[in-house]
């Protein structure tokens, strides 16, 4: 059962995609200063919901690579407005960051049994989110499940 019928998550979707466009319209990508925590907040809302109904399980390799690389862009933004943060931004960074690894996870273009440039990414971006959210079970068990793939599983057992 969906929790959404077609046509309603269509017009969440529809709502979604035009706050976000609004928002990213007024903020300058060559200033140095993050952008507002509403258009990160937004972002947070756009890959959560997008997650949630699914629509990232039909994407191309190329725009999953893409779509990796808009969340890190939001959670390093975020980590660039760290002092104002509350505990649901948090959990919210973390939540995107599984969905990162998620995205990665499904691409099958390399043997998964080698440190290829797909399995770094994973690696890296995990490490970091762990670095920033050291309690967070589910960013440690990704990492594992990742390093369980390259052998790697004495780095949690020794």
């Not at 649901?88 to 998964?112: F, G, P, Q, T």
């Not at 079970?137 to 990742?146: A, E, F, T, Y």
């Amino acid at each position: 059962m969906n929790l959404f019928g077609n046509d309603e998550a269509a017009a969440i979707k529809a709502f979604d995609r035009k706050t976000l466009e609004d928002l990213e319209a007024s903020f300058d990508p060559e200033s140095d200063d993050p952008p507002d925590l509403k258009l990160i907040r937004w972002r947070f809302v756009h890959f959560k919901l997008n997650k949630l109904l699914g629509s990232f399980q039909l994407l191309e390799n190329s725009d999953k690579f893409k779509l990796v690389n808009s969340i890190m862009q939001t959670y390093l933004w975020a980590q660039g407005n760290k002092d104002n943060l509350t505990d649901v931004d948090k959990n919210n960074l973390d939540d995107i960051v599984v969905v990162a690894a998620e995205l990665l996870y499904e691409i099958k273009i390399y043997e998964w049994s080698v440190l290829n440039p797909v399995n770094f990414m994973l690696i890296s971006i995990l490490e970091l989110a762990i670095k920033n959210s050291t309690q967070n079970v589910s960013l440690r068990i990704w990492l594992m499940r990742i390093c369980n793939k390259l052998g790697l599983t004495n780095r949690f057992t020794a």
